[in-house]
């Protein structure tokens, strides 16, 4: 199916379990995340810590006109019609574009919408309908941090979102501006409000999500909303009736699929993982789509794979069956998806920036300490800090037997706390001195790496998703 234009044919609301066209064709958004572009991860293009930690050591030792020479190339290139056609050429029909809301507001000023943001929306937006490609909308870092972890944007391992009415007004706030200006687009599929939310209590999340619903229909009657359940959109027992017009998302990240899992089918953290287990996983996980009979959306899901650089065969065999199996199984109970991530420097990217690009040669040594200390608690191991690590898991266990901090518990949190922040914190400056020096033309010539005709395509997963578009 391919639309040109502002067609209204192309504009998909619910039917039942489906998403359908105005003629009312089924459309299954299958697709992938634009991670690393409007919203930046440290595992993505290789910085430790936070995006706004990376970007204010980076404007310090580069200067101001520097700094925005790297960045507007940057957000120029990593997302063209080249990238657009490539998609649609494998077969696929949306892509998730996640922001920080930093592009759209300054903290010092809330509530006074800048135009750029919105302009680097309307641009993918219409790239990516040019190729017949729909786009959801993903706030993925929203003031306050409305999750613990780093791709909210968030240097903490606390969630000030959920407390803090301010943080709450001024995400109704966004998301009501992005409905008026995106009301009349057809290719915009609809809104992702908040990705991953972690709301400790679970208390807030169903009246926060009520209030937004209530507030964006007041502009926006029509288009889709995705909402994530709670705990990285893996928990929907707090939810009710559907609301209407909204379809609940599901992230799917399999346990085999982890950078320290074993093979496949096969023992990952001392269990046994093969189809059967990812497939009642799955079903689990979206139990409450199939029971209200609304339409099933994994809005991330992927394996992490072995540098690009120099690889482990036998590693990456493994996880491209995990990922086959993901897809057959979401091909059974005709859910769509969007797998996480599209770009990066290797470790999950559909394509990636070349092992002798000036960026990655610049950059080299912090991707070495990085792995070394394992500071990316996501696509890293933390082989050696066991030695750090032990002692405080072992002594929190004993004295603290009960002690389970959202969202995912003891073991998750001290590493976040260990690994994210005591031992990434202090890269950053490391990170930011590599590019000491630099003018602005080379700057550019460094976020040129990430251009498509100089990326590299990682065959073997590219074929594994084009035999299931």
């Given at each position: 199916m391919h639309f040109t234009g502002h067609d209204e044919s192309a504009r998909l609301h619910i039917d039942g379990d489906r998403l359908v066209t105005a003629s009312g064709e089924t459309v299954r958004l299958r697709g992938v995340g634009l991670g690393g572009w409007m919203n930046m991860e440290n595992f993505i293009t290789g910085y430790p810590s936070t995006e706004e930690l990376q970007r204010a050591a980076l404007r310090r030792v580069l200067g101001q006109d520097v700094y925005d020479a790297f960045f507007e190339r940057f957000l120029e290139v990593f997302f063209t019609d080249d990238d657009a056609r490539f998609l649609a050429d494998l077969g696929m029909n949306s892509v998730r574009v996640p922001f920080n809301y930093r592009h759209f507001e300054d903290d010092d000023r809330p509530m006074r919408l800048k135009e750029d943001g919105f302009l680097l929306l309307d641009r993918v937006i219409e790239t990516c309908a040019r190729h017949g490609l729909y786009t959801v909308l993903d706030l993925h870092a929203a003031p306050g941090y409305h999750n613990q972890r780093w791709h909210s944007d968030n240097p903490t391992h606390r969630s000030l979102f959920w407390t803090h009415r301010h943080f709450q007004d001024r995400v109704v706030h966004l998301w009501e501006a992005l409905a008026d200006r995106y009301k009349d687009n057809p290719w915009v599929a609809g809104y992702n409000p908040l990705n991953e939310?972690?709301?400790?209590?679970?208390?807030?999340?169903?009246?926060?999500?009520?209030?937004?619903?209530?507030?964006?229909?007041?502009?926006?009657?029509?288009?889709?909303?995705?909402?994530?359940?709670?705990?990285?959109?893996?928990?929907?027992?707090?939810?009710?009736?559907?609301?209407?017009?909204?379809?609940?998302?599901?992230?799917?990240?399999?346990?085999?699929?982890?950078?320290?899992?074993?093979?496949?089918?096969?023992?990952?953290?001392?269990?046994?993982?093969?189809?059967?287990?990812?497939?009642?996983?799955?079903?689990?996980?979206?139990?409450?789509?199939?029971?209200?009979?609304?339409?099933?959306?994994?809005?991330?899901?992927?394996?992490?794979?072995?540098?690009?650089?120099?690889?482990?065969?036998?590693?990456?065999?493994?996880?491209?069956?995990?990922?086959?199996?993901?897809?057959?199984?979401?091909?059974?109970?005709?859910?769509?998806?969007?797998?996480?991530?599209?770009?990066?420097?290797?470790?999950?990217?559909?394509?990636?920036?070349?092992?002798?690009?000036?960026?990655?040669?610049?950059?080299?040594?912090?991707?070495?300490?990085?792995?070394?200390?394992?500071?990316?608690?996501?696509?890293?191991?933390?082989?050696?800090?066991?030695?750090?690590?032990?002692?405080?898991?072992?002594?929190?266990?004993?004295?603290?037997?009960?002690?389970d901090p959202p969202p995912f518990g003891q073991r998750q949190w001290i590493h976040v706390l260990v690994r994210h922040i005591l031992l990434a914190e202090p890269m950053v400056d490391e990170f930011a001195a590599l590019f000491a020096g630099i003018d602005a033309e080379q700057a550019r010539e460094l976020a040129d790496s990430f251009r498509f005709d100089r990326c590299a395509v990682r065959a073997p997963l590219a074929e594994t998703l084009r035999k299931h578009l």
């Open positions: 939310p972690a709301d400790p209590s679970g208390e807030r999340i169903g009246p926060f999500y009520e209030r937004l619903h209530a507030a964006i229909r007041a502009v926006d009657p029509s288009h889709v909303l995705f909402l994530d359940g709670n705990r990285h959109a893996t928990d929907f027992e707090l939810f009710a009736d559907p609301l209407p017009g909204t379809v609940y998302t599901v992230h799917d990240y399999a346990l085999a699929g982890f950078a320290d899992s074993g093979d496949y089918p096969g023992l990952s953290r001392g269990r046994h993982v093969d189809r059967d287990y990812l497939e009642a996983r799955f079903l689990e996980r979206a139990e409450y789509m199939r029971r209200t009979g609304t339409p099933i959306w994994v809005g991330e899901f992927g394996p992490v794979y072995s540098t690009p650089y120099g690889g482990d065969p036998a590693l990456d065999g493994a996880r491209y069956r995990v990922l086959a199996d993901q897809l057959d199984i979401y091909d059974a109970y005709g859910a769509g998806w969007s797998l996480w991530t599209y770009k990066d420097i290797g470790l999950q990217g559909v394509v990636h920036a070349a092992a002798d690009s000036p960026y990655l040669r610049r950059i080299a040594p912090v991707l070495e300490k990085k792995a070394r200390l394992g500071v990316d608690v996501w696509g890293g191991v933390d082989t050696g800090v066991r030695h750090l690590l032990e002692p405080i898991e072992r002594t929190v266990a004993e004295e603290f037997p009960s002690f």
